[in-house]
């Protein structure tokens, strides 16, 4: 059973509107979570990093935030741009070692329409 | 400054074939993982070189190995291909010793196997 599981597995959405992608995660311990985003046929790109102490970060027009206690975050997209069109995907790192072992969620595959 | 690059873009094998796949980190980074994303799900964990050494390794069989040459670049290979290798094979760089490493990953190499 993966253990960063995303919600919804596909959303289609208006150019110009805003979305809210999920992600629930069971793994521990807990390092840090980050968002990626990846464009089809291309490497993933970090969107923001958060720590447990931390509870939200934006990066422009992409809000995210985090409830560790319910192991619980989400990705917000405010005014969406046909660039937007992508897989946002959930990754949680555990506190392994010095540098944190990724596990990855399988993405949320986002369609902005015109 | 370029970043990830990897090499071949694209590749078709045969099953029980062998395949090497080349990845040349951001420049100063020191540590390179390797990750396989099948089409539709996210990246899982192949394993991660530092200092020239495997690090740490993700449950992927003995017919994937690696290896980390003093510039930081590496090399992925794996042997006696499957249908099942099928998939898009990443590299993502980072700083070894970073609190919250950030991983920045190339563009893919896609392997096909007939």
């Known amino acids: 059973k993966n253990q960063v599981e995303q919600s919804p597995q596909s959303l289609i959405i208006l150019e110009g509107k805003n979305c809210t992608l999920q992600c629930n995660y069971t793994v521990s311990p807990f390092s840090n979570l980050r968002w990626y985003k990846q464009d089809t046929g291309r490497g993933p790109v970090s969107l923001t990093i958060m720590t447990f102490s931390e509870n939200t970060k934006s990066n422009g027009r992409y809000t995210a935030t985090l409830d560790a206690d319910t192991k619980q975050s989400s990705l917000h997209i405010t005014a969406s741009q046909l660039s937007d069109s992508a897989s946002y995907i959930c990754?949680?790192?555990?506190?392994?070692?010095?540098?944190?072992?990724?596990?990855f969620g399988a993405g949320t595959q986002v369609v902005v329409t015109p | 400054d370029a970043g990830v690059t990897q090499s071949p873009t694209h590749l078709i094998k045969t099953r029980g074939q062998q395949v090497t796949l080349r990845c040349s980190p951001k420049?100063?980074?020191?540590?390179v993982s390797w990750y396989q994303q099948a089409l539709g799900q996210g990246p899982q964990f192949i394993f991660q070189y530092y200092e020239e050494e495997e690090r740490q390794r993700g449950n992927f069989p003995d017919r994937f190995s690696g290896h980390q040459f003093p510039n930081y670049s590496s090399e992925l290979n794996v042997n006696a291909l499957l249908l099942g290798d099928s998939a898009l094979y990443l590299c993502?760089?980072?700083?070894?010793?970073?609190?919250?490493?950030?991983?920045?990953f190339g563009p893919g190499t896609r392997l096909t196997v007939l």
């Open positions: 993502a760089s980072s700083l070894g010793l970073a609190e919250y490493p950030i991983q920045y």
């Open positions: 420049s100063g980074h020191d540590t």
């Open positions: 990754v949680v790192a555990l506190l392994t070692d010095s540098w944190g072992k990724l596990q």
